[in-house]
């Protein structure tokens, strides 16, 4: 009997006005996936990655999930393992870009395989490419989808 595998992802929407006035199509919270799995699924692989990009990371490693707890100049967020090379954060907007410029650098830099960034509720997505800043993910996010 083959095995099915679930992920409960809360996908309660918190809106808050950005400090510029807009309202931030990335809520409280966002994942990071790769539908191909090009993501690392290793915890190794992942702690290790997040110490190099904070080397203060907080690592709370247990049986079942692995938490990474990131303080910085823009406060502190933490960043959850979901297994399966699914990645998520609790982040504000500019955190969420952070660790998805963090999270894409992750997979092979010539993949052909995707990774996709998503809102908390999952209504709206953009696709991580190699070498994107924080401000590169931000255009994507917020670009009017093609007609």
């Known amino acids: 009997?083959?095995?099915?595998?679930?992920?409960k992802i809360d996908l309660t929407i918190d809106i808050r006005p950005e400090e510029e006035g807009r309202l931030s199509t990335m809520t409280d919270g966002a994942i990071v996936y790769s539908p191909d799995g090009v993501l690392p699924t290793s915890r190794d692989t992942l702690m290790a990655a997040a110490r190099r990009q904070w080397p203060n990371v907080e690592v709370i490693d247990l049986d079942d999930e692995l938490t990474l707890r990131i303080t910085d100049g823009g406060g502190r967020f933490q960043i959850f393992d979901?297994?399966?090379?699914m990645l998520s954060t609790?982040?504000?907007?500019?955190?969420?870009?952070?660790?998805a410029a963090w999270a894409r650098t992750?997979?092979?830099?010539?993949?052909?395989g995707r990774v996709v960034l998503l809102n908390k509720d999952a209504s709206?997505?953009?696709?991580?490419?190699?070498?994107?800043?924080?401000e590169d993910i931000d255009a994507a996010w917020n670009a009017e989808p093609p007609e």
């Open 82 to 85: 979901l297994g399966d090379g």
């Open 124 to 134: 709206v997505a953009a696709y991580l490419r190699s070498g994107m800043t924080p």
């Open 90 to 99: 609790d982040g504000n907007h500019n955190q969420q870009l952070e660790f």
């Open 106 to 112: 992750l997979a092979p830099e010539a993949t052909a």
């Open 1 to 7: 009997m083959p095995a099915v595998w679930a992920v």
